[in-house]
């Protein structure tokens, strides 16, 4: 995996995001034949779908999907990988793009770095797993997880102690405590960016409690919950470490809601919910697990019969919108909810013992202010051609996937095939201009 | 010492050639060794004297969880490490991942494996990953093999860990068998013509068609009807963006147009292909037109791309009424009728009768159920979401709310699925504009009936429904029209899904290798999907298909010649007699033939295999009689020692964790 890259590195298309957007982008860009700098901010590309258990409507498990292209890209001889590495911002000048990169210490030089390991055993030092969802615990110089790419050891400096024990063990004399942060200017001729979403806080709705309550959780907690390598091997709840018997899903739990902002839809609560309330019920067989729903939006290629398949599983599906969410005794939580099914007692107070709140999908990252690239009013990057969905109002600018709006993994997939062809269309044209002229 | 090398050099010794016996194993480990022994000795490679024995090693994948919950992944790896040959066998958590992959390239540089057998998840999957990672550490990448041990153990035998561990085993053993007779081959590489085919000149072909142009690839795109544009053609205005669908036509056709890199034919259809990836030979029918009369071109494509997009549902005669009832439109009529008023219009005069309450119908055509709808013509239920619809509907009821306030609207809907991007905005405007909505339960659709004559003037059509929103009350609502939201069924071509062995759903739609891995190829290398041949998509979801196909295709055709697996047939003719048994049986045109040849002063008659058109069936070594003709690969000898392997008795543990210490 090439790693070394400096200022006079000027590759055909930098890929902002190596998640699995930006992944496929750069695989279709080096393949072909393109040369392409693909940077992301974390310690190891893969992004969000890396953290994944399995994904709808195969169920086939995230890593395998995700691993295959992970490792494409760190072998492929068309691609340069920088982690830890933040765009700081983008000048275009005469049509060549200027990108200016911040490289964050990782206090380990990557050189050097074997990936054995030492360093983390040797460590005392823990803090809740980031890679984890914060379930479990991770030490201040880890490798950041089982299938990261690069396996090499970084160290959080906000909780190292400085013991310097893992200096005393490392074998290659990687610990670097004086590393700085590094500057970098990459000219470049079509930059696409791939910078993925987040999602709101669990706070959002403060009549949903999340803050009172550990038992309620984010959707991408219980997919770490059910990996198979996940923190604890098996679905616990987090307060007190019971088996949850009786788990709700609140969907819309940050989307579609003009009262926090976002008045659009987040296009995979749905889909997951249903997902992981099957994986639940093979989890957990005799739990009982709710849907609490507006609009199922199963509307994906093989996504209707998965839904279908989840009712005939036994998935309770409720219409109505949770009004409330409360903590009660045993760390259980009461759920306000007007349904549609009982006319007789439309308002009712149900109990379950976890809560999974379908939280929205916003921007992951805010590159108005800093590139060329505008925004359309919900953050998103804006798409304004009608023929090139993938076009930015920058031009040389693509975008790929849901830092352009809320996408699931296929759709996510097919855009950022369709930016990575835009983009070498646009060097070939601009190229050819230039053999002309 | 290696097994190998102890076993070459005690041959003479039945006691310590097998140690079980001594040490009073039982039976089952001792013939077990004795047929993997067996084996050994018929090993190919050394007979020819090629030097060293096998050394084989096996990576045995945890799959997170998933292999390793049912198989007991490290006594799997304890048993086969005891098979003759077999220098390293590990376990990891993601053999795929790419720590997985450097053991393998590292062990094969340290330890110089020859062989290297993965026991995971399906080689449709990660083979290829695999091979690349064999690769990377100098090892021919085909003397890999790919041992399917999570859905032919664990998933299989969930309930049985100790029959899936064994099967488990067992399978691994017969890849051992078959690895050591494997040879090393090189990927066949043939000519790549650089011009793909485009069928379908709708937007997806359009797109595909001037993404390849803009790229420098010629293209020629071919489109049944006169005039590009597809369905488009037949639209108002797009949602979100509410531009003219002509717009949007306009410009893609002007691009493919203008560049000399696309040649369009209209009027045309592709009536043969054959051939394969990077070298499909194709026919194309021109129709007549007044200027021309009907002719027939042929070409010669490296890829070919099928946008050969959908069909509007079309209700049965009498569903909702439609076709006994005027007043009963589908959607794309109802667009037709809506557009066609004229600017100045007032009201609504639909069939002589004014429209003052027009219900719309969500998922006619889509969602169907079992029990609940009758199949169509085909015996086919429509059971999936046609993705579109639901917007469509709530872009066309506000845009009836917003032109004519004075009539309304009614909408009769399972869910409202406006997911896209600006989608929900016309669920949250057509709600403001007052648009009525009401919810039935899938099961319980709602129906059309005549109104009765009491109360005709409220309209002539009455829908009933049982509606969600209001508990369940069963409602009767006259109305004047009815527009049917009718979804997308697969488009029809013919005979090109038997000609180019296409794969299709149980939608009936073309079904991608894998949505994810690969969403725009088919299980035929070089024919990729572009847009809603492949399922319902809206026009955005379309262009970025069509660019991911145009993709695709670019990457294949940045490469000077094709690869091609070399699973093939190869003819021995030392053996060959030339009485064309295989040529008979062969069901791929051309892929066999007899050919003459000198032979001193002889013309001999022999078969020969083109291998770009082989498909390594392997019906050709089946009926030789003088077994001249064997597929590389898959060589007769390969199966028998795998069956071999699978067949050949296990040690028992016990006895295993002896034959540890012995070796």
């Known amino acids: ?163 310097g024990s893992c200096a005393r063990v490392c074998p290659t004399g990687a610990i670097e405590y004086d590393q700085q942060p590094r500057r970098l200017m990459i000219r470049t001729d ?106 199922i939006r199963a509307f994906g290629k093989g996504y209707e019969q998965f839904y279908q398949n989840a009712k005939a599983m036994g998935i309770n599906f409720v219409r109505g919108k949770v009004a409330r969410i409360n903590p009660v005794e045993d760390g259980d939580l009461s759920l306000h909810v007007e349904t549609t099914e009982d006319a007789e007692n439309p308002l009712q107070e149900r109990r379950h013992d976890l809560v999974v709140l379908a939280q929205g999908m916003i921007p992951g990252w805010q ?71 | 010492m290696s097994t190998n090398d102890k076993l070459n050099s005690q041959e003479h010794s039945q006691e310590d050639e097998f140690p079980c016996e001594e040490r009073g194993c039982d039976e089952e480990a001792r013939t077990w060794q004795k047929a993997a022994h067996a084996q050994l000795r018929g090993n190919p490679t050394e007979e020819a004297g090629a030097g ?12 997170g969880g998933n292999i390793s919950d049912v198989v007991d992944v490290e006594r799997v790896a304890e048993t086969v490490r005891l098979i003759p040959g077999v220098t390293t066998a590990k376990v990891h958590t993601f053999v795929c991942s790419d720590p997985g992959q450097h053991m393998i390239s590292n062990d094969i540089l340290q330890e110089n494996l020859d062989r290297v057998v993965v026991a995971s998840c399906t080689p449709f999957l990660h083979e290829q990953t695999f091979r690349g990672a064999v690769a990377r550490g100098g090892m021919n990448p085909y003397l890999y093999e790919h041992v399917n041990i999570r859905e032919q153990a664990s998933w299989a035998h969930k309930h049985d860990p100790e029959g899936a561990t064994a099967k488990a085993i067992r399978m691994i053993a017969g890849a051992v068998g078959k690895l050591r007779f494997a040879q090393p081959l090189e990927q066949i590489k043939l000519p790549n013509h650089r011009r793909a085919l485009v069928i379908g000149g709708g937007i997806a072909g359009m797109k595909a068609a001037a993404d390849l142009a803009a790229r420098g690839i010629k293209v020629m795109l071919v489109e049944t009807a006169q005039k590009l544009g597809g369905k ?118 639909f069939n002589n009768r004014s429209i003052r309450r027009i219900a719309f119908l969500h998922c006619v055509g889509s969602r169907q159920l079992d029990g609940v709808h009758e199949p169509g013509a085909d015996g086919r239920l429509n059971t999936y979401c046609s993705r579109t619809c639901c917007t469509t509907i709530l872009q066309q009821a506000l845009a009836v709310r917003e032109r004519f306030p004075g009539v309304e609207v009614l909408d009769f809907h399972q869910d409202i699925r406006t997911y896209g991007s600006g989608e929900e905005n016309y669920y949250i405007e057509a709600s403001k504009a007052g648009v009525l909505f009401f919810r039935y339960d899938g099961s319980e659709p709602p129906t059309v009936q005549p109104t009765s004559s009491s109360r005709i003037k409220e309209g002539a059509l009455t829908v009933a429904v ?174 028998e020692a795998m069956v071999d392997g ?11 964790s002896e034959l540890v210490n012995i070796h």
């Not at chain 1, 210490?105 to 983390?120: A, H, M, S």
């Not at chain 1, 097919?414 to 230039?434: D, H, P, T, V």
């Not at chain 2, 699978?646 to 295993?656: F, K, V, Y």
Request: hydrophobic content about 40%; overall charge negative.
């Open chain 2, 466 to 639: 049982k509606d969600v929103l209001t508990w369940g009350q069963e409602l009767e609502v006259p109305v004047d029209m009815v527009v049917l939201g009718t979804g997308m069924v697969a488009g029809q071509i013919g005979d090109l899904i038997d000609q180019i062995k296409l794969a299709t759903g149980e939608d009936g739609f073309l079904q991608e290798v894998h949505p994810k891995l690969r969403p725009v190829e088919v299980a035929v290398n070089g024919v990729l999907l572009a847009g809603t041949a492949q399922g319902p998509m809206n026009i955005a979801e379309t262009l970025a298909a069509a660019g991911a196909a145009a993709a695709k295709a670019a990457s294949m055709f940045a490469r000077e010649d094709v690869e091609l697996n070399p699973y093939v047939a190869q003819v021995d003719p030392t053996r060959c007699c030339g009485e064309a048994e295989c040529v008979t049986q062969c069901s791929y045109e051309g892929a066999l033939k007899i050919v003459e040849m000198q032979l001193d002063d002889e013309v001999i008659r022999r078969a020969e295999v083109n291998a770009g058109l082989c498909v390594g069936c392997g019906a050709c070594v089946a009926v030789c009689p003088h077994r001249a003709i064997d597929l590389n690969g898959w060589r007769l000898d390969q199966y």
């Open chain 1, 190 to 295: 079509a930059v696409i960016v791939a910078s993925g979403f987040n999602l709101n806080a669990l706070t959002v709705k403060p009549q949903y409690n999340a803050q009172r309550s550990r038992n309620i959780i984010s959707p991408l907690m219980l997919e770490r919950l059910l990996a198979p390598h996940g923190p604890y091997g098996r679905v616990l709840r987090p307060s007190d470490g019971k088996m949850p018997s009786s788990i709700a899903f609140v969907q819309c739990a940050g989307s579609r809601d003009e009262s926090i902002g976002v008045s659009y839809c987040s296009r995979v609560c749905c889909m997951y919910a249903i997902k992981q309330a099957m994986l639940l019920s093979g989890a957990l067989p005799l739990a009982d697990i709710t849907i609490y729903y507006m609009d």
């Open chain 1, 367 to 437: 590159p108005s202010a800093t590139t060329p690239v505008t925004c359309s009013a919900n953050g998103f990057v804006a798409a304004p051609t009608l023929t090139a969905p993938t076009a930015t109002t920058a031009p040389g600018i693509f975008v790929a996937g849901t830092a352009a709006g809320p996408k699931d993994i296929v759709d996510t997939i097919a855009e950022a095939g369709a930016a990575a062809m835009q983009a070498s269309q646009y060097l070939y044209q601009k190229r050819s201009a230039i053999l002309v002229g």
């Open chain 2, 52 to 63: 060293a024995p096998l050394r084989i090693g096996i990576y045995i994948c945890r799959c």
């Open chain 2, 646 to 656: 699978i067949a050949a008795d296990l040690p028992s543990t016990a006895c295993a």
């Open chain 2, 232 to 349: 488009l053609n037949q639209w108002g205005r797009v949602y979100p963006s509410e531009r003219p669908a002509a717009v949007l036509v306009a410009e893609l056709a002007e691009r493919i147009q203008q560049d000399p890199n696309v040649e369009v034919l209209l009027g045309a259809n592709v009536t043969e292909v054959s051939g394969f990836i990077g070298n499909f030979k194709v026919a194309i029918e021109l129709q007549g037109s007044s200027t021309s009369t009907p002719s027939r071109k042929d070409a010669t494509v490296g890829a070919i791309i099928m946008a050969t997009g959908f069909r509007p549902y079309v209700p049965r005669d009498g569903e909702f009424l439609y076709r006994a009832e005027p007043c009963v439109l589908t959607m794309p009529e109802f667009i037709r009728f809506f557009q066609g008023l004229s600017g100045g219009a007032k009201q609504i005069i």
């Open chain 1, 1 to 163: 995996m090439n790693t070394h890259v400096n200022s006079d590195f000027t590759p055909d298309a930098l890929v902002i995001g190596a998640g699995i957007a930006g992944l496929q982008s750069a695989l279709d860009l080096a393949d072909q034949g393109l040369q392409v700098l693909l940077v992301e901010r974390q310690p190891s590309i893969g992004g969000h779908m890396i953290a994944l258990s399995k994904v709808y409507p195969t169920l086939d498990c995230a890593s395998c999907i995700t691993t295959p292209k992970m490792s494409a890209a760190a072998h492929h001889p068309n691609i340069t990988i920088l982690t830890n590495t933040e765009v700081e911002g983008i000048e275009t000048r005469d049509e060549v793009h200027h990108v200016r990169l911040l490289q964050k210490p990782t206090y380990v030089n990557f050189d050097k770095c074997i990936g054995c390991r030492l360093c983390e055993y040797a460590c005392d030092t823990e803090y809740p797993d980031p890679f984890e969802e914060g379930l479990g615990s991770v030490k201040a110089i880890a490798v950041p997880f089982t299938n990261a790419i690069p396996q090499k050891a970084v160290l959080n400096a906000e909780v190292c102690g400085t013991c």
